[in-house]
């Protein structure tokens, strides 16, 4: 039974910068017709927008090679902030999306950080389930020649790989002074003997469990930590998305983030896509609830 759910937007906060959703391997922003839509980030970006949070949502090559896929993302946000003075950033990477968010601020920004050049810098960068030491998983699909071509491109499988992240990438790819590295991982292990036996992340996640111990069914809990480590959270890598929820729930009216909008419908049309996406059949991790925890932690530390 669906059970319903109240959420008190009243609770949480926007920080002070746009926040910057990046997504991960095989990933999009918005797929289908607006009547059959699919999004990524499933009932999430709204839900930030509702507590008053700007929200940009990126689209990069899906399977691409990670310095093609930062490539996108840094031509994406220029875009997003041109004309607006020098703007400051929060991304927030899921999977793979954290990688290239490391990729760009450590291999593209040159200018990160000195104020008045560039159209943008990263204040902080929050990866959620990315496999900073690569995914055991990753052996399995990574092709030894691979294209070159950026739409042939499918050198990302190879890229997550543990022996390329150990030898290559985390060597060649450091962290930038100036910007706060956040970190979550997740543990699947109480949901996954709940999901079928034809559920492929149940498998993968037994493989890796008996690898490197606690995972979400791509990425172990290790693998995930980068920076400051916020938490694990129970859940597995597609429930971090909100892949699986239900719709039904109910939400306050957090009357105060309506002059946030220009009108009235478009305040209350992100409110119904957020309501749709929240609630679930069994697991007690909310993806909705999550993200605008993060928001409020960025937001507590100034960002």
């Not at 950033?89 to 008045?116: E, F």
């Not at 970190?183 to 993968?204: I, N, Q, V």
Request: glycine share 8%.
């Amino acid at each position: 039974m669906v059970s319903t759910k109240f959420l008190n937007f009243s609770l949480y906060k926007p920080p002070r910068n746009p926040i910057v959703l990046a997504h991960g391997l095989l990933g999009f922003d918005v797929l289908g017709p607006p009547a059959l839509q699919l999004h990524y980030w499933r009932g999430i970006a709204e839900a930030l927008r509702v507590i008053g949070a700007t929200v940009y949502v990126t689209k990069v090559p899906r399977v691409a090679d990670v310095s093609i896929r930062a490539k996108a993302l840094k031509a994406q946000l220029e875009k997003m902030t041109a004309g607006q003075e020098r703007s400051e950033l929060n991304i927030i990477g899921h999977s793979m999306g954290g990688l290239d968010s490391r990729y760009m601020v450590s291999k593209l920004l040159s200018n990160q950080g000195k104020a008045g050049e560039g159209t943008f810098r990263v204040a902080s960068l929050t990866t959620v389930a990315t496999p900073h030491k690569g995914s055991p998983i990753a052996r399995w699909i990574a092709f030894p020649f691979v294209p070159t071509i950026e739409y042939f491109d499918y050198r990302a499988f190879t890229n997550l790989t543990p022996e390329y992240m150990r030898d290559t990438f985390n060597p060649n790819v450091p962290n930038v002074d100036g910007v706060r590295y956040y970190s979550w991982g997740a543990d699947a292990e109480s949901l996954m003997y709940e999901r079928s036996a034809f559920y492929p992340l149940r498998w993968t996640w037994k493989h890796i469990r008996g690898l490197e111990g606690p995972n979400d069914g791509l990425v172990s809990l290790e693998s995930s930590e980068w920076g400051l480590m916020q938490g694990c959270v129970l859940a597995d890598h597609l429930d971090l998305i909100n892949f699986w929820k239900r719709h039904r729930g109910r939400l306050s009216r957090a009357p105060e983030q309506e002059n946030d909008y220009e009108t009235p419908a478009e305040l209350a049309q992100d409110r119904k896509i957020a309501l749709e996406a929240y609630d679930s059949l069994s697991s007690s991790f909310n993806a909705i609830e999550f993200y605008l925890q993060v928001a409020t932690t960025l937001a507590k530390d100034g960002h």
